[in-house]
Structures are given as C-alpha cells and as structure tokens.
C-alpha cells in the first residue's frame, strides 16, 4: 500500500441505522462531488436499499476517510445466492441499480482513481467475504479499469459492453438547437405537433412540481400508464405495489427539494402523455415517460419529450439526459434529439475459488438439464402428434 493510500481508511456500514446516520454526512459530501449525480444521491440510494431489499441483500457501504474527514462512499450492497440455505455466491453491486437507477457510481471529492484503489486494497486484503463484483453501467474509461484484479492470477476480470446513452446539451437557445436537428426529423415532429395541438379538446403542456399536488400527479402517470402496453410490467412505475410505493416515496421527498417534477400532455377529456424528470445541480434526467394509446397516431411520447426540452432551454439546466436501455442504438427519439451519446460497459471480478467453481457449474448443470427436459418434452409432443396423425 503507498503512502497516499496509507493515510485513507475504510469504514464498513452494514445496518440501516448506521446508513441512515451518515445522510448529513452523505449529503454534504455529495454537494462537493467530482462527478455529479442523482443516482448517487442519498434519498435515491437509501429509497431504493428500503423498497427493493430481500433476505439476501445485505448492505455493504464503504466510506472512505482521511483521517476523520469522509472523502468517498461507494454505495454498494451484497447479493447472497443459495440452494438449499447453502451460500454458493455473493456478489458486490450498486444499490443504485435498483429503482431505474443509470449509471451508479461512487461519491468523492478526490480523484477515483486513488478512492477506487483504496477499495480495492481493502476488498483484496481486509474484506475477502465476496465471490464476485458486478459494476454496471460504467463509463468506458472507468478508473476501475486499472485496478491489478486485471492481471491477478487469484482473480478473473473482463469488460462487457453495454448500451450507448444520449444526451441533450441545453447550453445556448432552442432556436439555435433546433435548426441543428435533421430537415425530416424538424418537419415530423411539427406536423404532429400540430395535429395533436389543434385537437378540438385543446392540447396543453402541464409541469406539475408543487409538493402539495404531486402525489395526486404520480397517480394520474401511472393511469396513463397503466392504459396501454407497460401495464403490471416490472419495469413500470405502477406494475407493483413495491414500485408504487418506491416512487411515491421518492417523488414525495424530492418535490419538497424541488428536484422532480412530473410533466403532462393534457386535453379537456384526458391526460395524454406523462413524464417523471429528475432534476440535480445542473443536469435533468427524465426517468419515466408514458402515453396512452389512443394517441399514439400523434407520436405524443416525442412530442412531450420534446416539450420538456425546450422548456429547460434558458434555466440553470445545462444537459437533459435521457434514461439509458439496451436497444437504445435503434432509438429514432434518442438518436434524432439527442446532440451527445455516452458508451457504457458492466465490469466483472470473480475470485477464483471453489465457491465460485460450484456456482458456475451448478449454473451449467442446471442450463444442461433445462436442454433434456426440453429435448424430452418435444420428442414426446412429437410422437403423440404422430400417433393423432395415425389414428383415423
């Protein structure tokens, strides 16, 4: 260990008492972050661990002091996999990949580089209880990237490349942005913002941001929401009772710190289309976006979109960051609005041990018995088509 990292010492925080007295802590190292985001706040970390942890989810948050003075937190947790009550593998993630989190990443106010490194020494030598370590989303000149577990023989390490995220630069005007967008793109999008606006219903852009009427605001997204082809699914805002009651909580504390606002297409009959936007520092990060199918001939999720960047156009807001997904290369919204795009890749360490031997044979094993029983059960289907076919 050099010099530097001698002076750096890692705390553990293992118990929700513990998490929830480092927030003043948390917060006020965050407000002095190197690398600013939302994702790494404490209200979205601590909100996710609360409504999305298991029996097998254990908290793992590593502070990183110089002498008293908190200079880093990776905010991770520890996955438990077992059969029978058997521990086969435990695995070091990001709380922040819970509740739609993008792009989780540690807090510090000195270079990554040496924070990361210091977790490293500590999960090298101080911490050894670990089988893997799963960094999702991370950019592709992650400091992570040159760690020693890369040329470690009691460790195996490789990069998987995930999706492209877009952005939209807010700096300068809306006039100035837009003559940068495609001649098709241009006349496409105001053709059908013109069909949709002079509905007879009379159209209207609607920003919902009052801590007093946004819970009622949440309730009219998910109706939207639930109205067309993301109803009761994983990923939606209202397709669980535990992502309700995730998103309430969340929206409910942010709106109180302005940092959310929920943004609509309206008519005099209906909501239209819906949007949940994260606002942090200088950055605006549309989490959640909805519409009903009714409306769909009118492309109402570009149109709101579209709305919504305009409108951050001369405020304090310098990007609109669009929520990143595998697929997003075939994004025609993205690709076409967005004017930066970002790579990403998921890290991977495995300790080569026996725990980790195991698990991944049992995985195989498991994968190979799925293959037989799939081979049975077709030749099975076969032969009793067969026998139909014979019959008279």
């Known amino acids: 260990m ?38 790494a706040t404490f209200p979205f970390v601590y909100t996710a661990w609360k409504h999305y942890r298991t029996e097998n989810n254990s908290l793992f948050i590593l502070l990183v002091r110089r002498d008293a003075a908190l200079v880093g937190i990776a905010p991770f947790r520890i996955d438990s996999m077992k059969v029978r009550n058997i521990r086969l593998f435990r695995a070091i993630r990001f709380i922040a990949e819970w509740g739609g989190g993008d792009k989780p990443a540690i807090v510090t106010t000195e270079k990554p580089d040496l924070i990361w490194d210091r977790i ?65 793109t241009y006349r496409t999008w105001k053709n059908s913002r013109k069909k949709l606006f002079d509905l007879p219903e009379r159209v209207k852009f609607q920003c919902i941001d009052n801590p007093e009427i946004l819970p009622d605001a949440l309730d009219r997204f998910i109706a939207i929401e639930q109205s067309g082809w993301k109803k009761n699914s994983d990923f939606s805002v209202g397709g669980s009772e535990k992502q309700k009651a995730f998103y309430k909580e969340l ?19 209906t909501d239209i289309a819906g949007a949940i936007v994260y606002k942090y520092k200088s950055i605006a990060y549309i989490a959640q976006i909805t519409y009903r199918p009714t409306h769909s001939e009118y492309s109402p999720g570009v149109i709101l979109n579209v709305e919504i960047i305009k409108a951050m156009f001369g405020t304090h807001y310098k990007e609109f960051d669009f929520l990143g997904l595998r697929g997003d290369e075939k994004n025609f919204l993205k690709k076409n609005w967005s004017t930066g795009t970002r790579q990403t890749i998921t890290i991977q360490i ?19 018995s799925l293959k037989i029983m799939r081979m049975v059960t077709d030749y099975k289907l076969s032969q009793q088509a067969q026998t139909e076919e014979a019959s008279p």
Do not use: C
Not at 356 to 361: D, H, I, K, N, T
């Open 2 to 39: 050099n010099a530097i990292n001698q002076e750096l010492r890692i705390e553990l925080i293992d118990s929700e008492e513990a998490f929830l007295a480092i927030k003043d802590e948390w917060d006020a190292l965050i407000d002095k972050n190197i690398n600013p985001s939302f994702y």
């Open 120 to 184: 490293f020494q500590f999960l090298n030598k101080e911490f050894t209880q670990w089988d893997g370590i799963l960094l999702t989303e991370q950019p592709t000149d992650s400091p992570v990237l040159n760690q020693k577990f890369f040329n470690n023989i009691w460790y195996s390490a490789r990069v998987v490349p995930e999706y492209t995220s877009f952005y939209v630069s807010i700096t300068g005007t809306w006039e100035e942005y837009i003559k940068t967008r495609g001649k098709n």
């Open 251 to 269: 929206l409910t504390h942010l709106a109180y710190e302005n940092r959310v606002a929920i943004y609509f297409l309206i008519s005099e009959n």
């Open 350 to 368: 495995y300790n080569r041990n026996l725990r980790r031997y195991l698990y991944v044979m049992g995985k195989n094993a498991k994968t190979v």
